[in-house]
């Protein structure tokens, strides 16, 4: 056989009550693979990283990391013995104990000069070696989280979990500690799974992306499709701004109110009713007193002004133009679809109205989910 995967999830199942937290589900890891686990909150993505350090034991299923089994078919390895490390949102450190000792704290089994220097290079890695002798309410929330990270990766962890763990750091922070990290992970080559519930956090983090719902995983796969073609409105709508247009299948092409597009392959020769997904940056504006479409607001986003336009059926696009370009309400033009790749069609409103997808009264204009977590 050949190089045992990281981590594999076969049939996985934890209830709490009667609410299934976490539905029976499979999920696998490669080796040196980072998986970006996204969803809104209460879908049950620290269950299942709770499932996999060991914190909770499944109804029914198997976890095995690095080959070995570790919980399901009468096997149980405690969280302590499954070499893996984790990392929370609130990093949890010992107060009492300096850096250095909460560094210091999870290798077990190697002698005292061996510790010392496995905690140097393991501070070294992310540039800390300056605050060893510091207690953690002596560290900004920043460098706790930095300390957190060391800690876990010090024994060399065949695994490492992160939950939501720069949530509660500012904005330009989170995004220099998160590249710090992925840079880590990369350099030392260990496999990841790293909770978030927001959308662009996890489509710059994964290797590839899971996207959880309701206990389930509703779409997996590279960023980029599971961005640019979402398996169904839910995902949609969570991974980013997505209105949709009822389109025409005329041959190979789809047609629709604010032009034509190629259809995918796999889509021709459908007889259902079809919508396309359009995000705000794939539609062009083009001004003209002879537009069907009009302006109806905008929003200034300092790099880009996004537009929200009404087209002739009364359905409202968004559309992001650079902050060069401000066409005020009340402009007459004429809206454009403008893919770079086939577009994502998904069956229509009227084919079957699901209760989370119908369109408010606005006309197929929706508002977003929530993604605070
Ligand atoms: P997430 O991390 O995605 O926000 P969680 O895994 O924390 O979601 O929770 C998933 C579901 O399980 C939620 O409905 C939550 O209320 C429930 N839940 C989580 N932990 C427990 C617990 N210890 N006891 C009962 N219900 C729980
Ligand atoms: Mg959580």
Redo the contacts with the bound molecule.
């Keep these: 056989m050949s190089q045992p995967r990281a981590l594999e999830l076969d049939g996985v199942r934890k209830d ?2 009667t ?1 299934p ?2 539905a029976t589900l499979d999920l696998h890891l490669d080796e040196g693979e980072v998986l970006a686990l996204v ?12 499932l996999i350090a060991g914190l ?1 034991e499944p109804d029914a299923g198997t976890v095995r990391i690095a080959g070995r089994p570790v919980a399901g078919d009468g096997v149980w390895r405690a969280p302590e013995r499954r070499d893996v490390g984790i990392v929370f949102q609130d990093h949890a450190l010992f107060p009492h104990l300096t850096v250095a000792e909460n560094v210091a704290f999870g290798l077990t089994g190697l002698s005292g000069g061996r510790r010392r220097e496995r905690v140097a290079e393991a501070l070294a890695m992310i540039a800390m070696e300056r605050l060893a002798d510091r207690y953690p309410h002596e560290l900004s929330g920043g460098e706790q989280q930095r300390v957190a990270l060391t800690r876990a990766l010090a024994p060399r962890p065949e695994l490492l979990l992160l ?2 763990p720069f949530s509660n750091l500012d904005r330009h922070l989170r995004t220099q500690i998160r590249a710090d990290t992925m840079e880590l992970l990369r350099k030392t080559g260990t496999p990841a799974v790293f ?1 978030t ?1 927001d959308q662009a956090e996890a489509l710059a983090v994964g290797d590839r992306v899971a996207v ?1 719902r309701a ?1 389930r995983i509703e779409q997996l796969g590279a960023p980029e499709p599971v961005f640019h073609t979402p398996a169904n409105r839910f995902v949609a709508t969570f991974m980013g701004d997505a209105d949709f247009l009822p389109a025409e299948l005329t041959g190979d092409t789809l047609v629709t109110e604010a032009g034509s597009v190629r259809a995918p392959d796999d889509v021709v020769g459908r007889v259902d009713p079809l919508e396309v997904m359009v995000r705000p940056h794939e539609v062009v504006l083009r001004p003209g007193e002879n537009g069907t479409a009009r302006v109806v607001g905008t929003e200034f986003q300092g790099g880009f002004i996004l537009h929200t336009v009404m087209l002739h059926s009364g359905r409202r696009l968004r559309s992001l133009q650079p902050h060069t370009t401000h066409y005020p309400i009340g402009t007459r033009l004429h809206a454009e679809l403008s893919y770079g790749h086939p577009p994502a069609v998904l069956p229509g409103q009227d084919a079957g109205r699901a209760g989370d997808a119908a369109p408010d009264a606005t006309n197929g204009y929706r508002t977003e989910p929530a993604r605070q ?1």
């Design positions: 709490y009550g609410v937290a976490v969803g809104p909150s209460g879908c049950g993505k620290s269950t299942l990283l709770r909770e939950d939501e909770v519930h959880m206990g977590g």
